[in-house]
């Protein structure tokens, strides 16, 4: 199986871990033969497809462990990251609503894996994120092999673009996990958390959660490669540190675009560029930190 440049199979010597199944070119071929079959027929097979693509995908936890080893058998951290960032890359770049109806399910797995890896990569644990990863870019290749997409890899140096998001957090709740998602896709996602005397004379209130109890929880979610906390006097020194290619503003968020690319042209000699998150949604009977709160009040208080 083909993968993003510098990660062609069988480079190294290194034996698959105990239990592992490797596929001969005679069973993996076999695979695709029924890939190909399923493809032409009419029915929807989507259950079948992801159960062959994941065995035909089996195979890629040795060819990732043999490729991103370094010495003495260890993963490397920086290539499992490049890897993970490939991966990543090409999927932003997918169309999937132009996809078949049968093939949109695997897509929506692959991303499924990569949010793992990414997770298990933040978390320290090199083998897991390889797993998932290798997963991920097994369903992409059976597509490429189907003829299905025609994924592009980005070349190994490339390195991932640095995305930031800022803003107080204070209450996690589904629509800040969209933001969060979305802004992952484009790069490693950096957040801003507002400090307790900023956010309090924004909001014109008293905050739940202190700044470093937002910044704990905003740490451990999995979209989030980094988060820290904001300056109490200039909210542009942490994208001086940051040095972002992408910042993305809340709906809500009264700061302009034009406002974040001229501030920064002049602060680090370049203009990132600044997304707007499209609309803010209502999930059940929650669109922001203060339906909670009122919630709270009405039923507790």
């Known amino acids: 199986m083909a993968g ?23 069973a993996r071929r076999s695979i695709l033969a029924e890939l190909r079959a399923l493809h032409r027929a009419s029915v929807n097979s989507s ?34 990251e490049r890897y993970i960032h490939g991966v990543q890359q090409v999927l932003t770049t997918i169309n999937v609503m132009s996809l ?5 399910p695997l897509i929506d797995a692959a991303k499924r894996y990569l949010e793992d ?23 992409i290749d059976s597509l490429k092999y189907m003829e299905i997409i025609e994924p592009r890899w980005p070349h190994p140096k490339d390195k991932p673009k640095r995305v930031v998001v800022a803003g107080t957090f204070d209450l996690i709740h589904p629509g800040h996990l969209e933001l969060f998602r979305y802004a992952s ?15 309090e004379k924004a909001k014109g209130r008293p905050l739940v959660l202190d700044e470093s109890t937002r910044l704990e929880i905003v740490s451990s979610l999995k979209y989030v490669k ?4 904001g300056d109490p006097m200039d909210i542009f ?15 809500d968020q009264r700061v302009k675009e034009e406002d974040v690319k001229r ?28 339906d909670i709160i009122e919630r709270i009040c009405v039923n507790i208080c």
């Not at 078949?100 to 949109?104: F, G, I, K, S």
């Not at 896709?185 to 956010?199: E, H, M, P, T, W």
């Not at 992408?246 to 709906?251: A, H």
Request: charged share 25%; hydrophobic share 35%; aromatic share 10%.
């Open 4 to 26: 993003p440049p510098g990660f062609e199979p069988g480079t190294s010597a290194q034996r698959p871990p105990a239990g592992t199944q490797v596929y001969g070119l005679k």
């Open 117 to 139: 890896a990414k997770y298990y990569f933040h978390k320290g644990d090199l083998e897991t994120s390889l797993v998932n990863i290798a997963y991920a870019e097994g369903l």
């Open 100 to 104: 078949d109806v049968r093939y949109q």
């Open 263 to 290: 501030e920064m042209e002049q602060r680090i000699g370049y203009s990132p560029q600044v997304l707007r998150y499209p609309e803010k949604k209502k999930h059940g009977w929650i669109a922001s930190s203060s």
């Open 47 to 80: 259950k079948r497809l992801i159960k062959l693509y994941r065995t035909f995908a089996g195979k890629k936890y040795y060819l990732g462990g043999c490729v991103l080893a370094g010495k003495g058998d260890r993963i490397s951290r920086e290539r499992v």
């Open 185 to 199: 896709k484009f790069g490693d996602l950096y957040v801003i958390v507002s400090r307790d005397v900023n956010a």
């Open 226 to 229: 980094k988060a820290m906390l």
């Open 237 to 251: 020194k942490p994208l001086e540190q940051i040095k972002p290619d992408i910042v993305v503003l809340g709906p």
